[in-house]
């Protein structure tokens, strides 16, 4: 299965904590045959192994802050220099403030690329906390206690939501009503990207 738009599908899915982005990402990217790549799922990932990496960044994930710039930068940079990367990628969770935005931009005019759309995954804010408490319950992990819940809220309206203007004002955005079915937003998402000639063939 190879992806469209000159053979190739660079993706982004943005959308609050508990939208459901994490989901839809990884379903997106099979569509295509392109990795999801997580960051934070890198991040935790590295936590719980216990590498350089996760030591130097397991309190600021703890705490529900943001890591630096730098530090993501250079993780994603690396990473979508990966073979597996070269025909496209969906980036769930970076970039996530106008700065990243901006360093990703960078990233892929070296290389003569573009993104072709971002998803924005539209979820209201009574929802994505409901979820959130769940997902707090299911998987117990560390920054889902409901103090650092809201404070993740928070960063995303401050630092995400103008990144994401940003985008809109491009034109790349697909606009997707995030409540519904798993198949259902998914639907949604794959005919919002057809509908800019983004298909997987
Ligand atoms: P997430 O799973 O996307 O909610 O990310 C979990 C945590 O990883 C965030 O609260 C941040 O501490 C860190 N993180 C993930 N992506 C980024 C990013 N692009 N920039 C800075 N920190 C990030």
């Given at each position: 299965m190879t992806a469209a738009v000159n053979g190739s599908a660079r993706l982004l899915i943005i959308g609050p904590?508990?939208?459901?982005k994490g989901t839809q990402g990884v379903h997106i990217a099979t569509s295509f045959d392109v990795p999801a790549i997580a960051t934070g799922d890198v991040f935790r990932a590295n936590i719980s192994a216990g590498t350089e990496l996760g030591r130097r960044v397991r309190s600021v994930v703890d705490a529900g802050e943001l890591v630096s710039d730098e530090l993501t930068g250079d993780l994603v940079r690396d990473r979508l220099s990966q073979p597996d990367a070269v025909r496209g990628f969906l980036l769930d969770?970076?970039?996530?403030?106008v700065a990243q935005a901006a360093q990703l931009d960078a990233f892929l005019s070296a290389d003569g690329h573009q993104l072709d759309a971002v998803i924005a995954l539209n979820v209201p804010r009574a929802e994505s906390v409901r979820r959130l408490s769940q997902r707090a319950v299911e998987q117990?992990?560390?920054?889902?206690t409901e103090a650092l819940i809201s404070r993740r809220l928070e960063i995303y309206d401050r630092e995400t939501k103008p990144m994401l203007d940003q985008y809109r004002e491009r034109g790349i955005v697909v606009e997707t009503?995030?409540?519904?079915?798993l198949t259902d937003v998914t639907t949604r998402i794959l005919d919002g990207l057809a509908e800019r000639g983004i298909v997987a063939d």
């Open positions: 904590q508990g939208s459901g969770g970076y970039p996530r403030n117990g992990r560390a920054d889902d009503d995030g409540i519904g079915t």
